[in-house]
């Protein structure tokens, strides 16, 4: 899910890359039996490869959602991933085409009352940047889907993702990780067709959110970053793009709730010198993916996957209760957080919020992962 910096990397205003050595190989502990796992999510990327190809891990399925693509263009990059790595048994269900209350023409108001946002997803029609001449092929939320890198032979499930959220849980009461690194509409949804829901997962991991990212990432470009966090610290996409649902997710009583905000990705970078490395690791099938994947952009979902695997990945975290604002205002959707003690005690749930992890360990663990045959 990804922070407000996307379009600039994919106009090929892609940051510096970073090299250097590779680290020194990380495993995740095994388990005694596979770990249930279902992602939900707004498209398919190194994140789900990571999931799908780890040992001791059963992805039970993948639920889609709008985000940064609309919910047509996510299911079919999922189907078209399981076919790259070769995981075609895995159910892929279509979710939410639109937020639960938040729409384009909301945005549009808020963007003209408070000033414009630096990445709308499924609604970006434009650029932003002034400066800009190029303009991406803007996609409805029903046109026909052709991806770059290959159409699936695949196809959804009849289920909706809220459907299928809900049976697993009961098919696997406390045994399943939910990893959402989109949007959270889907897991709201299923959290009020099924109040039970939440409460029988075994726990909940997210990318989304923001609280006081710093730039720390030598040779980028400090306006890269400083220019959306400088002045909206608290303000992400995935949050942003359904600020409902994100409250709702806040206030339901998953057993556990780990939390990846933007902050540790400032520290991670999608350089072409790591994308060099993925590609001469992976398999021959796995190579289309790559052409998905833009370079510049931080790591933000692959964070989420990496220090479930390995948590000894993190660095310095700490335990907050979270929300979303879902007041109409300058800052609609934004993270709000508070210390145990201060939070104003409306059911808000508490979770373990990750702050800075090992980016080599981190970097070694993809790679050992995507090169897994």
Not at 179 to 191: H, K, S, Y
Request: charged residues 20%; contains cysteine.
């Amino acid at each position: 899910m990804p922070s407000l910096f996307r379009p600039l990397v994919a106009l090929g205003l892609g940051l510096l890359a970073i090299a250097g050595p590779a680290a020194a190989e990380t495993r995740p502990a095994p388990h005694a039996e596979p770990r249930k796992v279902i992602i939900d999510d707004d498209g398919f990327a190194l994140m789900q490869a990571m999931l799908l190809k780890a040992p001791d891990v059963e992805v039970l399925g993948i639920t889609t959602v709008s985000g940064d693509f609309w919910q047509n263009r996510a299911t079919a990059m999922a189907l078209r991933g399981l076919e790259l790595v070769d995981r075609k048994e895995v159910p892929v269900s279509a979710g939410a085409t639109f937020p639960l209350v938040n729409s384009e023409a909301l945005t549009d108001r808020w963007e003209a009352l408070y000033g414009k946002l630096t990445w709308r997803g499924a609604w970006m029609h434009h650029w932003v940047e002034p400066t800009e001449q190029a303009e991406p092929e803007y996609h409805g939320p029903f046109d026909p889907v052709h991806l770059a890198w290959g159409d699936a032979r695949l196809k959804p499930t009849g289920e909706t993702a809220a459907a299928f959220l809900i049976r697993m849980v009961h098919k696997y009461p406390h045994q399943i990780t939910i990893v959402a690194c989109g949007p959270m509409t889907n897991l709201a949804l299923a959290q009020k067709l099924d109040p039970e829901f939440a409460g029988l997962t075994k726990e909940l991991l997210y990318m989304g959110g923001s609280l006081n990212p710093h730039q720390v990432l030598e040779g980028r470009a400090a306006s890269d970053f400083a220019r959306e966090f400088a002045n909206s610290p608290r303000r992400e996409f995935n949050f942003r793009f359904d600020p409902e649902a994100a409250s709702i997710m806040s206030h339901s009583p998953f057993p556990k709730i780990t939390a990846v905000p933007v902050d540790p990705s400032t520290a991670t970078q999608l350089s072409p010198a790591f994308i060099a490395r993925l590609k001469a690791s992976a398999p021959a099938a796995m190579q289309p993916l790559f052409a998905s994947l833009a370079p510049g952009f931080p790591l933000w979902d692959e964070i989420v996957a990496a220090v479930w695997l390995d948590p000894s990945l993190e660095k310095d975290g700490e335990d907050l209760y979270l929300d979303a604002d879902t007041q109409f205002g300058p800052a609609y959707g934004d993270m709000l957080s508070w210390r145990e003690h201060y939070q104003p005690g409306l059911g808000e749930q508490k979770a373990h919020v990750v702050r800075s992890i090992d980016v080599p360990r981190f970097e070694a663990l993809i790679t050992q992962l995507v090169g897994r045959r």
